[in-house]
């Protein structure tokens, strides 16, 4: 496959979340040989983190990290002292340790991130096949978008992620301007568009849950999930929330602003 070569022309920031993924805590004890694999496809700021969280502790369905964002690439780099590692050399690696024992493999992947790792503008025929390897497709939405691109553009100006961040509390002393969240709103929305035009025409058959209703009924939907990935006979326990939502009054507050700034009266909004 033709990933890109994604070599270290400049530091690539790494943040804590960053480092979690990649700890050695969270590799299974042995490499397992893989009988199905998954993919979550998601945009950022859509609940992935959540769900994927969710699986990891049931202990039978992988890791599903996103295994092509760069910073990951780049901590496994530092910690093998191979400064040229590929991705495909860094995804096989990743295939030995976050395969749970039943044979589970599992990946997370923003659109914008596929384009990169393949080098082009839009989908082609390599990033299909790439896709087809997958046995389950599981597409996780957010109706709410401006709540997602407010998220967003915290996240990117504080590059704080999750909610299990130290740094978490400063959240509560920036400042963001709302035209920060509309470019955010491109990014999160290009990447959902991305996705439907893609599943649309390639007609991939792919399992749909949103963000809020995973939020609103948790055990339901990720039940749904576990009957889609054909793990609900394993009698696997529904772990409870393994992150807290970020959102304070602080996105609040920003949802408002930004609804202003559009000119979005509460009248009709």
């Known amino acids: 496959m033709a990933f890109a070569s994604m070599e270290r022309k400049k530091t ?3 943040s804590d979340k960053n480092r979690r993924e990649m700890s050695l805590e969270r590799d299974f004890s042995q490499p397992y040989p893989i009988t199905k694999r998954y993919c979550i496809l998601s945009s950022p700021r ?4 959540l769900l994927g969280r969710m699986l990891y502790e049931t202990r039978g369905a992988g890791d599903p990290q996103e295994y092509f964002n760069p910073p990951l690439l780049q901590i496994e780099r530092e910690r093998s002292g191979d400064s040229n590692m590929s991705l495909i050399a860094f995804m096989k690696r990743m ?3 976050r395969t749970s024992p039943n044979g589970v493999f599992g990946m997370k992947l923003h659109f914008y991130q596929m384009l990169h790792a393949f080098q082009a ?3 082609n025929k390599n990033m299909l096949a790439m896709l087809s390897r997958f046995n389950h497709l599981i597409w996780i939405r957010r109706r709410d978008k401006l709540r997602q691109a407010i998220s967003q553009a915290i996240g990117q100006h504080t590059q704080i992620w999750s909610s299990e961040d130290a740094r978490n509390t400063e959240r509560k002393a920036i400042k963001i301007h709302p035209f920060a969240c509309v470019r955010a709103l491109q990014v999160v929305a ?3 568009r991305g996705w439907e035009q893609l599943i ?4 991939l058959k792919v399992h749909t849950i949103w963000y809020e209703d995973l939020v609103k009924d948790y055990g339901v939907e990720c039940r749904k999930v576990l009957k889609h990935l054909a793990l609900e006979q394993s009698d696997m326990e529904i772990p409870a929330p393994p992150i807290q939502r ?3 009054e602080m996105n609040e507050a920003l949802y408002h602003e930004l609804k202003a700034y559009l000119g979005w009266s509460e009248e009709i909004g």
């Open 246 to 248: 970020q959102a304070n």
């Open 95 to 97: 295939e030995m340790r």
């Open 190 to 192: 290009g990447d959902d």
């Open 46 to 49: 859509s609940g992935s983190t």
């Open 200 to 203: 649309e025409t390639a007609n």
């Open 12 to 14: 690539i920031p790494v």
């Open 121 to 123: 503008s839009k989908p």
